[in-house]
């Protein structure tokens, strides 16, 4: 069995959108909480000024991350109305097919910054 992986997608949010992008983002959570429960965490934190987001992704493996991955495109040329990726960081092995799509993406000018060897540390997935 793999190692958890925590994958953050950084974002400039374009001028006038945040309130778009808000609810576009939320419509987006709720279709993968329903639709991909693999997906432990999705979860997105603004900036003060509202121009820049990061989305926060945990998988408890590579498996769930590369379902994860399955239809994102549409969704992101929807997003893109909203928002442009600056970088992509990744903390954990993820699959082959899943780190090809992401070198794909960050040859268009997305900055990726892999870390995959984990040293240690746990997730606790439920309080006390």
Do not use: C, W
């Not at 958890?4 to 609810?23: A, C, H, M, T, W």
């Not at 993820?94 to 997305?110: F, W």
Request: charged share 25%; net charge negative; hydrophobic share 40%.
């Amino acid at each position: 069995m793999s190692e958890p992986i925590v994958f953050i997608s950084n974002q400039r949010i374009k001028e006038g959108k945040l309130d778009g992008y808000k609810q576009y983002y939320r419509q987006v959570a709720e279709l993968t909480e329903a639709n991909k429960p693999g997906t432990v965490a999705h979860l997105a934190y603004a900036n003060e000024d509202g121009t820049a987001v990061s989305i926060v992704h945990i998988f408890p493996d590579a498996e769930s991350m590369e379902l994860h991955m399955l239809g994102v495109d549409e969704l992101a040329k929807k997003a893109s109305e909203f928002m442009e990726i600056v970088s992509f960081e990744i903390y954990g092995r993820p699959s082959d097919t899943v780190l090809e799509t992401m070198k794909k993406i960050a040859g268009s000018g997305v900055t990726l910054n892999i870390k995959p060897q984990p040293i240690g540390g746990y997730i606790r997935f439920k309080s006390g």
